[in-house]
């Protein structure tokens, strides 16, 4: 096996194989660091590299531009098949865009703070939403002790894990707001631990990208699960709330996006809408 990356001749780290070997087309491997800024030039090189030369990723960094052959160019539309299915929902091609259009618009309205390595997920979530159902936060976060990298978002019914690892299918695993029992959160100066107790079990979620984050995310999820049993889930009313809530935080994030509100008017209000969940 060549331990060199392809683009910048360097030794490859076993961070740089962790999610699965970089792999190119050609038999060439690159390292994290050549792939996040191919990838932040392209974002379809993070779910779909083994689609993707050594030569097409000199030209995008030389020219700005991947330059591939017709007939593979034809099959790549935002990494889709003409028709999608999951085990919750069933989309044309032109449905899943309006989706993630949709879901990447809330994300920003919630200033998410997730990493590089998160959009594979990201483009998962039209596949597992429901077409009604909003994100109230979301984190980077994987299954405690693993490798796969992943995401933990919670929404009005429920808290999902998605994880992703390079060229493989993605693993979903759902925590309904009636099986939850609480959640609770342990510190640690390199990957806290977010933990979701339910009837049958606790599973615990490391966070590694943002331990502030990480924090934030479980105090806002332990306003809703951490109550007494009767309100352990989410009334209509409460659901109600929760999506005015989300609503108004859209617009907050338009009106900054426009330069109607300072960054400080900004957070100040997000606060005070996050404080009536």
Do not use: W
Request: glycine content about 4%; charged content about 30%.
């Amino acid at each position: 096996m060549n331990n060199h990356c392809g683009l910048c001749g360097k030794e490859l780290t076993s961070i740089d194989t962790m999610l699965g070997e970089n792999k190119l087309s050609d038999g060439n491997i690159i390292c994290n660091s050549c792939l996040e800024k191919a990838s932040a030039m392209n974002e379809e090189l993070l779910s779909d590299l083994h689609r993707f030369s050594l030569k097409d990723l000199e030209n995008l960094l030389h020219n700005g531009e991947i330059a591939q052959e017709k007939t593979v160019q034809e099959n790549i539309d935002e990494n889709l098949p003409s028709v999608a299915d999951s085990e919750h929902n069933v989309l044309s091609k032109d449905l899943y865009k309006k989706r993630l259009k949709e879901i990447k618009k809330q994300l920003e309205s919630l200033r998410a703070n997730l990493s590089l390595f998160t959009k594979g997920e990201i483009k998962e979530l039209p596949y597992i939403l429901d077409l009604d159902e909003k994100i109230l936060a979301i984190i980077d976060a994987q299954f405690a002790k693993t490798t796969d990298a992943g995401i933990l978002l919670v929404t009005p019914k429920r808290i999902i894990s998605v994880s992703k690892a390079m060229f493989s299918p993605a693993k979903v695993n759902e925590f309904l707001n009636d099986n939850i029992l609480e959640v609770s959160f342990v510190k640690n100066f390199v990957s806290p631990n977010i933990r979701i107790h339910t009837k049958e079990k606790t599973v615990e979620f490391e966070s590694f990208f943002n331990k502030d984050y990480a924090e934030d995310f479980y105090h806002f999820i332990s306003k809703i699960y951490n109550k007494e049993e009767a309100s352990k889930a989410l009334s209509p009313e409460q659901n109600t709330v929760s999506e005015s809530v989300l609503e108004q935080l859209e617009k907050l994030g338009q009106l900054r996006e426009n330069g109607i509100l300072t960054e400080e008017e900004f957070t100040s209000q997000k606060k005070k809408l996050l404080e009536k969940l």
